[in-house]
């Protein structure tokens, strides 16, 4: 059998705290990190080094305003095109990016993770594989949780679950659904599937 042509492109998406992380490090420690280019949504944040302190304050870090999703998608391409990306680094707590980045080089699977991934179809469009991590919400409670948290999940992050092609209910405690995810990823990886 032949070998895929070009990297598998997995997508991890699901509300803050559900389990995400989680199941992208079950999928780096099984397909082996040095497989796998990683890539956060949370690095992509829009710079608000320009704007005062007190308006930074204010922005809501759970709308897919507040991340610059173009730079993700224009790197996912790169990434595809067998060409290495410079990825953000974002300071939370002044809101900024540094003048830092992390280089990462092409692989043969790229796992894209993030709380509003599937809100965009241009990047949606990217993904070989969807998966929507689905965590009862009040297993997720944070401090931001009623005010910028769950009406951002309500209006972008649940809605976009149906773009998934596997929902993860209970996160990364869900061993049967992450064994059958690692298993499909390893035979995508070597040659079940070949791509134009």
Known sequence: MSKRTSPLVIAIAGGTGSGKTTVANVILKR??????????HDAYYKDLKDLP????????????????????IQHVRE???NRPIALPVYDFKTHSRTQETVPVEPQPIIIVEGILIFVEPRLRDLFDVKIYVDTDPDIRFIHQYLNTVRPMHQEFVEPSKRYSDVIIPEGGFNTVALDMVVARVEA??????VVD
């Open 79 to 81: 990434l595809k095109a």
């Open 188 to 193: 995508l990886l070597h040659g079940e599937r």
């Open 53 to 72: 302190a007190a308006q930074r304050e204010r922005i809501n870090f759970d709308h897919p305003n507040s991340l610059d999703t173009d730079l993700l």
């Open 31 to 40: 397909a082996g990190a040095h497989n796998i280019a990683y890539l956060a």
